[in-house]
């Protein structure tokens, strides 16, 4: 599978589990009325505070990113809208629609959904791995969250899914893990479009994978293969009141994407 890392600018970092689900925002059956309750009960107090400052509540707000490969050259366009801010319980939320097009994917639209509570921002996966739930996949979607306001030397917490597909006569389970977020420095960040006050966070995944149902021998193989498997970790450079504005994939000790804004409008 994929990285889905590379499809997504905002908040790219809270979905790190790697895959490449096919997403449709005309074929997205997540029950948002479901989602939204979760997300107000997950909310850490209940008015919208400084959401209305945020880029990504305010409605109609578009936000244009491009990824590079490793030597640099482009491999995907993104165009994000804001499509629909409404106020949920107290809470603001933001419904977004990205449309990417990539040199070996085509074009894909899926959806998202933040929440903002006046401290902390919410993101809702469902949409994004609605792909996964078409063909046959069953998983608990997270409701990540993530402060508003950060500090240099932060540590935030960990975030984390599974799922499971059953795959001819076996059954299999994923768990993903983002872990050791860290905000190590607030620095200067330049992207095409303009240079940016932005905290520096770090982090990293974990996967693993498990056939039901599988003998010592391949599980023993598998683990081998996971060992010598290069680390993956991530530099994001997050603006409060506009978004990620940058973030690289680094495998091993190289960066092998990076993905940035070029403009908002």
Known sequence: MKNLLASVLLFSLLSACKGNPETNAAGDTTNHSQSNEKMSSNASSAGSGNCASLLLFKEGA??????????????????????????????????????????????????????????MLSYDLSGMLAGLQKAGAKFETPIVQFPISVTDGETLPDANYSFTMVMGSKTLTVHCTIKNRKVVAKESVTTPAGTFEAYKITSETETQTDFGGMDEKTKAMMDAVKSKTPKISYVMWYVPNTTVVKMQIITGDKVSSTTEITAIK
């Open 62 to 119: 578009v936000i244009n990113g491009h990824t590079l490969d490793a030597d640099g050259k482009e491999t995907q366009t993104s165009v994000t809208t804001v499509t629909k801010v409404n106020n949920v319980n107290g809470s603001e939320v933001s419904e977004v629609e990205m449309k990417t097009h990539s040199t070996m994917l085509g074009d894909k639209t899926f959806t998202g959904k933040y929440m903002c509570d006046g401290k």
